[in-house]
């Protein structure tokens, strides 16, 4: 079973800038299909980024668009979110979530969805500042 530890977060001004990163364990890796999701206080939990196994689509979030990047190492076993231009509204629990050969259906509409994640990391707290 792989299991996810996320790193990276912080307090950060309006206008700066984190990486975040999640590590996997085991040998499966490449198996999985990755996205990144935050919550923030009293709200509920939403979709950020997607990036599929081998790296080669990507998805986000209108409202990080042009301001995010998702990315990964399969050979690392880490997927990475670069967060540029950051706002207050950014502050949240950001957690990376893992699903295992999705299908090609998957990508009408359900990567966006945390119920079709399988794998869950514990999060960390992105703080940005004003």
Known sequence: QVQLVESGGGLVQAGGSLRLSCAASGRTFSSYAMGWFRQAPGKEREFVAHITRSGDRRVYADSVKGRFTISRDNAKNTVYLQMNSLKP??????????????????????????????LWGQGTQVTVSS
């Open 89 to 118: 509204d950014d502050t949240a629990v950001y957690s990376c979530a893992a699903v295992r050969y999705p299908p090609e259906s998957f990508y009408s509409g359900a990567y966006s969805n945390k119920n079709s994640y399988v």
